[in-house]
């Protein structure tokens, strides 16, 4: 039975049980449950908080767990990242006060505050850069510098309000762009259903990023046509009972779905019609 780790709470809890419900996993109705068997799938699910995930599958007290990549790096464990999931997307930046430094050479000799210290420590080091110190806070890692911990902070970064609110100014090329991610050990051949769930998994992704297109071309303009919408293999292409025309179906990427219709409309197919995928294998 694979033993898989997922967020208890936090910002990776909601979508990483959306994603699992998806590819059929059962998921618990209760908060408070710790431990979900999943016997027709022949796999346990464990409740774990986000930080701890890594840290689990590293030792082998689970075979793989949903966790973010910035908390998989801040780890210090043997677990490594087997599949990005697409969701809690955030950006590792630095920043201090306005106007005081532009590049990341100038954080050496500076004390430095992070919720991630090892990732930090680890991304300095790689760049022959000596800070004066790495602070480890837990939380409001932008009140740092004002309350004379430290001069520079290292911190995930959306819109970048809140820093300017602090009167700080983000500096340097990220130091990471972060995202769920599927992790598993290191160290050991991958456990015994594993392939499933990844394909389940990138199942559901494709499901995500993509959407099935069926329109009707003269038969004459098929090729112009499919050169818009070659799919992902190939498209099917099958004959109209009016023998001039013909019918087509492909996957389509989603974001590009109003301009694939224009397209298409633009070249003479007509009777265009997008259905959204619910699961697939690829």
């Known amino acids: 039975m694979l033993r898989i780790a997922v967020p208890n709470k936090g910002s990776l809890s909601e979508p990483a049980a959306a994603m699992l419900k998806e590819a059929g996993y059962r998921q618990r109705r209760d908060s408070r449950e710790l431990v979900l068997p999943d016997p027709d799938n022949d796999v346990e699910f464990f409740f774990l908080r986000p930080r701890d995930i890594a840290v689990y599958v590293g030792s082998g007290t689970v075979d793989v767990g949903i966790t973010g990549r910035d ?28 106007g005081e430094m532009s590049t990341v050479e100038q954080v050496a000799g500076h004390r430095v505050a992070t919720s991630y210290p090892v990732l930090v420590a680890s991304y ?78 990138q199942g559901v992704l494709t499901a995500q990023q993509y959407v099935l297109m069926d329109y ?28 001039d025309w013909s019918a087509v179906r492909a996957m389509v990427p989603r974001g590009q779905t109003n301009q694939v219709m224009d397209a298409l409309y633009d070249v003479g197919a007509r009777a265009i019609l997008v259905t959204s995928i619910h699961a697939c294998r690829l």
Do not use: Y
């Open 216 to 243: 009707d071309v003269p038969t004459s303009l098929v090729e112009k046509a499919v050169a818009i919408t070659p799919g992902l293999e190939s498209p099917t292409v099958s004959p109209l009972h009016n023998g």
């Open 71 to 98: 908390l998989m790096l801040d780890s210090e464990s043997d677990a490594v990242e087997h599949l990005p999931l697409g969701f809690a997307r955030s950006t590792f930046r630095w920043a201090t006060t306005a």
């Open 124 to 201: 300095l080091r790689e760049l022959g850069i000596e800070p004066a110190g790495v602070v480890r806070l837990d939380g409001a890692v932008e009140t740092a510098i004002k309350l004379g911990v430290a001069d520079v902070i290292a911190d995930v970064v959306e819109t970048g309000t809140t820093l300017r609110a602090a009167g700080l100014e983000i500096f340097g090329e990220p130091i990471l762009r972060s995202e769920a991610v599927l992790v598993r050990r290191s160290d050991v051949d991958a456990p015994a259903g594993l392939d499933v769930l990844t394909r389940r998994l």
